[in-house]
């Protein structure tokens, strides 16, 4: 089977206004529960939600769930926009897991629901997916979670929320695309400065940057934006919106094979006995990746890993 073929994976949706559940009444979830998703019209909204932790991190029930419903979508013709949003009010997705919790599946590596080896097949597929993806962000979004969000068409987010990549500070590179699509948002030169320093950028300062469309300053701002933008690419015909998708994949879409690269170069780095030294450091100074100061503000505390 060939790379292309292999990374013919998918991924998943979003949600809507913020009191999710009460507004949509024939919300489906998940086969793990770390996602909601319901249509109105052509759009489906999709709710991440993996409260088996409490920062939303990106693991392999959640890779599961959106690999199950991006299959799905592959041959949809009644979705014409999806919008990805969160449950939890702190972390839109945080970073892909470090240390695998009770009731966290197993997968093979050569498993396309295997998070730490195919997240980068997977939201690969996002971007082939005939749908418009737009990503709304009111948080923290580091690491897989920001990978995901800049695998979306488009992306927006309240000024307070934080975008990252901490990899560099555990010893390892990005894996699920974020040293291929970060340059062709924001150039190369910024790009390296915070893939090499790991360090945060607001929700204000993202949108200065190019690394998202848009920066509100309240939720319900961006909501209402959000929706009146997904009503309108709705009403226009599927082969459109899936043509204009399609060329503009060709113009600004890193190649499957660097994006493979990455993924390759990111299992060799984490495995080295140096990167495992932090990845335990982190663990113990996140308290096994709980809501605490560190996991709060990464970008900030990185350099504690090193004292």
Excluded at 86 to 92: E, I, M, T
Excluded at 259 to 281: D, H
């Amino acid at each position: 089977m060939s790379i292309t073929q292999l990374c013919l994976l998918s991924f998943g949706l979003l949600l809507q206004d913020l009191p999710i559940q009460a507004k949509y009444t024939n919300a489906s979830t998940s086969q793990y529960g770390t996602i909601t998703h319901s249509q109105k019209g052509a759009v489906l909204n999709v709710l991440f939600d993996n409260n088996s932790t409490e920062i939303n991190i990106y693991d392999n029930k959640i890779q599961s769930d959106l690999y199950d419903l991006v299959t799905q979508l592959q041959n949809d013709t009644t979705v014409k926009v999806l919008v990805f949003r969160s449950a939890n009010p702190d972390f839109f997705l945080a970073h892909g897991e470090l240390t695998a919790r009770e009731g966290t599946p197993n997968f093979a590596l050569d498993d396309p629901r295997n998070e730490v080896a195919n997240a980068w097949r997977l939201f690969y597929n996002v971007t082939e997916l005939p749908m418009a993806s737009i990503a709304v962000v009111d948080g923290r979004a580091r690491g897989a979670g920001n990978e995901f969000a800049m695998s979306c068409d488009m992306r927006f987010a309240t000024k307070r929320s934080m975008f990252g990549q901490p990899e560099v500070g555990l010893g390892f590179n990005p894996g699920a695309g974020a040293t291929q699509y970060l340059p062709r948002l924001i150039g190369r030169g910024r790009a390296l400065e915070y893939l090499l320093t790991g360090l945060d950028v607001t929700g204000e300062e993202a949108e200065r940057l190019g690394w998202i469309n848009r920066a509100f300053g309240e939720a319900n701002e961006m909501e209402d934006f959000v929706g009146d933008l997904a009503r309108r690419i709705a009403l226009f015909p599927n082969l459109a919106i899936a043509n204009v998708k399609a060329l503009v994949n060709t113009a600004t879409r890193p190649p499957l094979e660097d994006l493979a690269q990455e993924g390759l170069r990111y299992l060799g780095a984490a495995s080295t006995e140096e990167a495992q030294g932090l990845i335990n450091k982190t663990l113990k100074l996140t308290d096994d990746e709980s809501r605490r100061w560190f996991e709060l503000d990464v970008g900030k505390h990185l350099p504690n890993l090193y004292k």
